[in-house]
Nanobody
Framework: VQLVESGGGLVQPGGSLTLSCAASGFTFSNYYMSWYRQAPGEERELVAQ????????YYANSVKGRFTISRDNAKNTVYLQMISLKPEDTAVYYC?????????WGQGTQVTVSS
């Protein structure tokens, strides 16, 4: 199983970024995918989650209305579109999947929101 995030970077407050997570080594279309983030000194938190078909989606209250999770099962990729970014969105963002009672994580991509 391999999850590879990309798309992070430095952006000004109010700006936008789209993260991608390319998956391999498992049947991507069968499983939920999630985005988490971890800021320095903070616990890792769930940001958004999408079901295998995309029909069920969850967002943390802190990102509702600003972040959009989506997936392309033909490309084995999950996305996180982020708009109206705030300094408090600064964190390392990770994608995750879970099956057979085990979590699989990517290596993370840094998002820094600063002027």
């Amino acid at each position: 199983v391999q999850l590879v995030e990309s798309g992070g970077g430095l952006v000004q407050p109010g700006g936008s970024l789209t993260l991608s997570c390319a998956a391999s080594g498992f049947t991507f279309s069968n499983y939920y995918m999630s985005w988490y983030r971890q800021a320095p000194g903070e616990e890792r938190e769930l940001v958004a989650q999408i079901s295998s078909t995309g029909g069920s989606i969850y967002y943390a209250n802190s990102v509702k209305g600003r972040f959009t999770i989506s997936r392309d099962n033909a490309k084995n990729t999950v996305y996180l579109q982020m708009i109206s970014l705030k300094p408090e969105d600064t964190a390392v963002y990770y994608c995750k999947t879970r099956f057979y009672a085990r979590d699989y994580w990517g290596q993370g991509t840094q998002v820094t929101v600063s002027s």
